[in-house]
């Protein structure tokens, strides 16, 4: 066997073994701004029997982390900066998360580390901090849901929705 079948061989089990560990099904949202790309990447856990209230009172290893999503981290990534109020986030690839403090005290965490599974958070890694506004919605979601809305050619937001929760951002590329 040639070494370039060996390696086709090893590759697509690697990447079997890799979607075969996603339990949740995985989408992807995006928006163009002036020709900049800006996308996110999720896995799309279900409710179940769970409320949110209960989902997201449950304690794992990221503490007051969420990872928004389900499977390998949730990957942000942008072909421009873009600004949130006064926060600026370069072009790049970045995992998200969530950072809850109680009392509607939530932020959207850009994290340098990004690929590994969602459970792997490491906060020396946390780069930058933007305030969500948290709401509730008349339509809940069973599936956590993500939305890239494109305002204008330089405004957008980021919509985060599971079960009657939503969490928002506004943002304008720089």
Aim: no cysteine; glycine share 10%; charged share 20%.
């Amino acid at each position: 066997m040639k070494k370039s079948s060996i390696f086709a061989l090893t590759l697509s089990l690697a990447f079997a073994v890799v979607a075969f560990g996603q339990n949740n099904p995985r989408q992807t949202t995006q928006a163009e701004f002036n020709g900049k790309t800006v996308s996110i990447n999720y896995g799309r856990p279900s409710l179940g029997h769970y409320t949110i209230e209960q989902e997201l009172g449950r304690k794992g290893p990221t503490g007051n982390y969420w990872r928004l999503g389900a499977d390998t981290s949730t990957t942000f990534t942008s072909g421009t900066t873009l600004k949130f109020g006064n926060v600026s986030v370069p072009a790049g690839t970045y995992s998200l998360w969530a950072e809850h403090h109680g009392n509607g005290d939530w932020k959207l965490v850009f994290n340098t580390q990004h690929g590994q599974w969602g459970t792997q958070h490491d906060p020396s890694k946390d780069k930058y901090f933007v305030p969500l506004t948290e709401g509730k919605t008349a339509t809940p979601e069973q599936r956590v849901t993500i939305t890239i809305r494109r305002l204008s050619d330089s405004h957008g937001a980021i919509d985060i929705v599971w079960g009657d929760l939503t969490l928002r951002t506004h943002f304008t590329r720089a």
